[in-house]
């Protein structure tokens, strides 16, 4: 993991504080996309998904914020990573993910995700795919 370029990282930032309010309506969305495209996965999730979607908000929160500065949280998203090879999450998973993700962005941010932010958010996206799924690179 390295980071964002600093333009990147504002972008992505800039968007996400746009969707920040809409959180809720987002996570749903974008669960709803998901299961839609690989309804096998649904069963992967065992624990409550209103929960799980406050989850993944807060960490998207958490990475978006951290953008300009991957490595400062690598261990964090390694770990992650490796939690989710426990719950059943394959390698393939992360590309459905990706396109769900810019799907919903696409659906909240409207005129805003310009192709600029999304390369941003596909930047980043991609750099936390890839630390998630090669947890123990130390290059990562
Ligand atoms: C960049 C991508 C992803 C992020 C940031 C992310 C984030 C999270 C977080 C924060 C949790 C809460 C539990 C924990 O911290 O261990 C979680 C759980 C989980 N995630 Fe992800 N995730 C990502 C990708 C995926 C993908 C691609 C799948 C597969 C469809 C997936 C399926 C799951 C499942 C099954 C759980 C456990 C839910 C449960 O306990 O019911 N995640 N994820």
Redesign the pocket.
Known sequence: MTGLHEEQAALVKKSFIRILPHRDAFSKSLYDR?FTV?PE?RS??????ER?RE??V???AF?VNGASDLDKLSGE?RA?GR??KD????FG??A??RNVLVDTLAEYLGDDFTPDVQAAWASL?DE??EA?TNPDNPSR
């Open positions: 998901l690989a996965a992967l999730f065992t624990s409550d998904i799980q989850k993944l807060a960490t998207l990475v998203v992650l939690r989710h719950y059943g999450v394959e998973h992360y459905i993910l996206y936390l795919a998630m």
